[in-house]
């Protein structure tokens, strides 16, 4: 081969190794750390839907370090746990969201038993004052933000002893906590993939009752698929029980609605139907 040739070939090599790592990169894309949009995104992008959250552990380069993964059935008790960065130090700033910097969500895998408590710092550490639960598998949530990004990282609890799981409940427009009759309105047909509202209606003894601010809204309302418990970004409206939320996929979910009336808060669980 002669000289020339031999250059040219070369050249031709350097160009398809280029060419493959060009077309390498746009396959690849930017990396998308989902759920950053909300916070930063252009008004285009925050209407894309968030994915569902709290399926895992890790996540955002964050990670949830409970400090044990076992409780006690039927006595009340403390659950701390630390949220680490990248370089596994402890995570110190946090953005008050809900009125809160920390929300834990507590509920059995069977989608019973639903809690929402505020954990306090201690140090380092979060710890949480969990009520006394029933024998089960139960998933923890940390739902939190830090630097404008929203994350939720879940955890598996265990609580020995024997349990029947519940059926999930069909679904239905009316749950009735406390003396209240709260209303699902509508209660669909709801789909999936795209961001619709949910909103509630409250009465008592036949008329609207006086719902007060809860968490810096009228409400506060968690949605958890069955099957997998994944977790949905909901958004309150300042004045009203509506949210929006954006269902990842057609199945059933479970709504928890909390409101706060006659001075207490209470939980409205809803079983929501999504087609398609
Ligand atoms: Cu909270």
Known sequence: MSPLAR???????????????????????????GGKTEAHGSSAMEMAPAGPA???????GLRLEPSRTTLAPGRAQS??????????????????THEK????????????????????????????????LQPGSYRAFADFSTGGETTVLGVDL??????????LPRSHQAATPD?????????????????????????????????????????HLVILRAGDL???HTHADENS???????????RYRAFLQFSAGGSVHTAPFTIEVDR
Not at 122 to 132: F, H, K, L, N, S
Not at 158 to 166: D, H, K, M, Q, Y
Not at 193 to 219: C, D, I, M, P
Not at 241 to 251: C, D, E, M, R
């Open 7 to 33: 250059l040219m070939l070369f050249f031709v090599a350097l160009g398809a190794a280029f060419g493959g790592a060009v077309a390498l990169g746009h396959a690849v894309g930017p990396i998308d750390r």
């Open 54 to 60: 709290g399926l895992s552990i890790a996540d955002h």
């Open 79 to 96: 659950f701390s746990f630390l949220i680490t960065n990248a370089d596994g130090q402890p995570l110190r700033s946090y953005d008050v």
């Open 101 to 132: 910097r920390m929300h834990l969500i507590v509920v059995r895998r069977d989608l019973t038993g639903f809690h929402h408590i505020h954990p306090v710092v201690q140090g380092e550490r979060w710890v949480a004052r969990i009520p006394a």
């Open 158 to 167: 265990a609580l020995a002893g024997s349990f029947t799981p519940s059926p």
């Open 179 to 219: 003396g209240y009759i709260v209303s699902l309105d509508p209660g669909g047909p709801f789909a999936s993939g795209k961001e619709t509202t949910v909103s509630f209606h409250v009465t008592r003894n036949g008329r609207t009752a006086a719902v007060g601010r809860y968490l810096g809204a009228r409400g």
């Open 230 to 232: 994944a977790y949905l």
């Open 241 to 251: 029980l509506q949210f929006g939320a954006t269902f990842p996929s057609a199945g």
